[in-house]
């Protein structure tokens, strides 16, 4: 089963992602900043989109929604609990459904804790994750509207996942996630790694995004409950894993 993915940078930092099935030929975007560059990848490849699924509602990840799907005809996918919030939904979906994208099968993940009504789109047989601005390289989203507790049961659903799971979230913020990461535990080995090849990706201009599970499982502070990242953080023994992420969380948000 051969699927292409494609990045595609729009506006300063964020990402939307192209799914191509060859088999079918079918061709998929995950949310949608900015209509241009998509649309000059879907010519340059010589592509029919078919689907726009959309992770939440923030206007810089569906600001070019409506005019792609007026140009291409392709079908808007998003959650139904949100539906006020987003553009026109073709199909409202709810966490747990699974669809049809060609002969892939994406499942909707319940992934609350940026905003309330985000979804995540999981398709096993590619392993892929399409996380937007929940789990994030080497992070997690800000919470504007869930609480620690929402976002931290998002990020346990997600990290339940298989490990070769490739993280294809909405922004290019690897690098200053990592900077946080390696302010609370400076001397780790595999932090210092993990920035060394970002920087070098950045350097030649390529994206540092996707990476896998295990990797974030193994450098994500708010990933991680483990005694290093405890006695980082300065909190007593028997803290639990939501208190590490609460506190992670919270000094991100003044880093």
């Known amino acids: 089963m051969t699927l292409e993915l494609t990045i595609v940078p729009c506006l300063s930092d964020n990402y939307a992602w192209i799914i191509h099935e060859q088999a079918t030929d079918t061709t998929a975007v995950i949310d949608v900043?900015?209509?241009?560059?998509?649309?000059?990848?879907?010519?340059?490849?010589?592509?029919?989109?078919?689907?726009?699924l959309i992770t939440h509602h923030h206007d810089d990840h569906i600001a070019g929604v409506e005019a792609l799907a007026q140009?291409?005809?392709?079908?808007?996918i998003g959650a139904a609990q949100d539906a006020a919030?987003?553009?026109?939904?073709?199909?409202?979906?709810?966490?747990?459904?699974?669809?049809?994208?060609?002969?892939?099968?994406?499942?909707?993940?319940?992934?609350?804790?940026?905003?309330?009504?985000?979804?995540a789109y999981y398709l096993a047989e590619a392993g892929l994750l399409f996380s937007g601005d929940s789990l994030m390289s080497w992070g997690c989203g800000r919470l504007f509207e869930g609480t620690p507790a929402q976002m931290h049961a998002t990020l346990r659903r997600l990290a339940a996942l298989p490990p070769e799971t490739r993280i294809c979230s909405g922004h290019e913020y690897t690098e200053a996630n990592g900077r946080f990461a390696?302010?609370?535990?400076?001397?780790?080995?595999?932090?210092?790694?993990?920035?060394?090849?970002v920087r070098a990706l950045r350097a030649e201009?390529?994206?540092?995004?996707?990476?896998t599970l295990a990797q974030e499982l193994a450098t994500n502070p708010f990933l991680r409950a483990d005694d290093g990242l405890r006695r980082a953080l300065g909190l007593p023994e028997g803290a639990s894993?939501?208190?590490?992420?609460?506190?992670?969380?919270a000094r991100k948000d003044r880093f």
């Open 182 to 197: 390696l302010a609370l535990e400076p001397g780790s080995p595999a932090l210092v790694a993990r920035m060394a090849e």
């Open 33 to 52: 900043p900015d209509a241009a560059p998509i649309l000059d990848v879907l010519k340059a490849r010589g592509w029919r989109l078919n689907h726009i």
């Open 85 to 119: 919030r987003l553009p026109a939904l073709s199909d409202a979906v709810a966490p747990g459904d699974r669809f049809p994208l060609g002969i892939q099968t994406v499942e909707v993940i319940d992934a609350p804790g940026h905003t309330l009504g985000h979804v």
């Open 241 to 249: 894993a939501l208190e590490l992420f609460t506190e992670a969380r």
């Open 205 to 211: 201009g390529k994206p540092s995004l996707p990476p």
């Open 71 to 76: 140009m291409t005809g392709a079908r808007v």
